[in-house]
């Protein structure tokens, strides 16, 4: 398997329409930040699918893109304000796991995943197979955040 492959396009509209009504602040590491009275993370994830009713929002998508004798785990977004990234690294993953789905939902041209060297500029709308077991990074260098829907296939769990 490829670090990085396309998977196929998907209608995300409403996803992003449902962001749109969620404010910053309410992401769950900015609510803990300011309690704290420390600087916001510019790096964000949310795994909670109760928050804002997330796991019901993108479940058809999910639904789509998952293959019937594997199952869906671990939905996650993932959010990188402008200027920040996460360094290189590689995931651990049980024998059991396939891949990740990543489906972009806000970018911009200067948000690049790199994996195994290659910089890849993922597309709104597209769902892209990803082996986090390579060596991968994320840079946004663009003036606006970078948001993505993922989540892991596994078989014969």
């Not at 449902?18 to 510019?42: C, H, N, S, V, Y």
């Not at 197979?129 to 829907?149: E, F, M, S, W, Y």
Request: net charge negative.
């Amino acid at each position: 398997m490829k670090a990085v492959e396309f998977l196929a396009k998907v209608n995300i509209s409403s996803i992003v329409e449902w962001l749109a009504l969620i404010d910053f602040t309410e992401w769950p590491q900015m609510q803990d930040m300011e309690r704290k009275g420390t600087k916001p993370e510019m790096v964000i994830m949310v795994a909670d699918t109760t928050w804002h009713n997330f796991g019901e929002v993108v479940k058809p998508v999910i639904d789509s893109l998952t293959p019937t004798e594997c199952t869906a785990v671990n939905p996650m977004l993932s959010l990188i304000m402008p200027g920040y990234s996460i360094r290189p690294h590689v995931d651990e993953q049980p024998p059991y796991w396939c891949y990740r789905i990543h489906v972009p939902l806000i970018t911009n041209p200067d948000a690049i995943f790199i994996a195994d060297n290659e910089n890849y500029y993922m597309t709104a709308g597209s769902a892209y197979k990803i082996d986090t077991r390579a060596v991968h990074q994320i840079i946004n260098n663009g003036i606006t955040p970078r948001i993505h829907l993922m989540w892991d296939i596994n078989q014969g769990e």
